[in-house]
């Protein structure tokens, strides 16, 4: 079945390093999706991507689809204590009775001062 | 609009209690989502409805867990009996239109600790 993996697992940088997390599908993906959960929060939506090879921009993050719409990345530029928290990307996934999306394993950032 | 709304926040019960979680989605939305998520599994997908119809159910672990959805605005999850491997955080979502291209909003979760 579809495999949503993401890499690294985990990553701690000093605040004003940049970031950046991989998202990798096993199959080709219609669109992907990115959220944001804090500790003890909960996943909040941050952009969805559609184009291949499409790029998006808000503020200090960059998210990108790859071209054969496979993988997709997240970059982070000058990390804030307000980064922190485990990004997630997520891509549909076709089954017999409709369609849902899958959960990538999420990467976890946490910033130090 | 207040968000997806849950309860409890937090339960703890003895091995072998019935837990029933709640939800209340966003209104208006037509799809209602229910997770599980650990450290070792990750974020899972368990069920979900559309208009209040049970749709995919191949997420949920076995029959000691079991969802409904009676109206437009309120599903529960119920697990009986509970089991110590059943401790997690529970969300449920909802969305307006189709799961795989629309934005999910996730309610705070409901962490279970079954002992």
């Known amino acids: 079945g579809q495999q949503v993996m993401q890499i690294p697992q985990y990553q701690h940088v000093q605040e004003g390093e940049d970031f950046t997390t991989y998202c990798n599908s096993s199959?080709?993906?219609?669109?992907i999706q990115w959220y944001k959960q804090r500790p003890g929060g909960h996943p909040v939506f941050l952009i969805q991507?559609?184009?291949?090879?499409e790029v998006k921009k808000q503020k200090r993050l960059t998210f990108q689809f790859g071209e054969a719409k496979k993988n997709s990345s997240l970059h982070i530029t000058a990390t804030q204590t307000t980064d922190v928290g485990t990004y997630f990307c997520a891509g549909p996934r076709l089954t017999g009775g409709g369609n849902k999306l899958t959960f990538g394993t999420g990467t976890q950032l946490k910033v130090e001062l | 609009d207040a968000g997806v709304i849950q309860s409890p926040r937090h339960e703890v019960t003895e091995m072998g209690q019935e837990v029933t979680l709640r939800c209340k989605p966003i209104?208006?939305?037509?799809?209602l989502f229910w997770y599980r998520q650990t450290m070792m599994r990750g974020l899972e997908l368990l069920i979900y409805f559309n208009n209040n119809v049970p749709i995919d159910d191949s997420g949920m672990p076995e029959d000691r867990f079991s969802a409904k959805m009676p109206n437009a605005s309120f599903s529960t999850l119920k697990i009986q009996p509970s089991e110590p491997r059943d401790s997690a955080v529970y969300f449920c979502a909802s969305s307006l239109d189709t799961p795989s291209t629309d934005t999910q909003y996730f309610g705070p979760g409901t962490r279970l600790t079954v002992l």
């Open positions: 991507l559609v184009k291949s090879g």
């Open positions: 209104s208006g939305h037509d799809y």
């Open positions: 199959t080709t993906l219609s669109n």
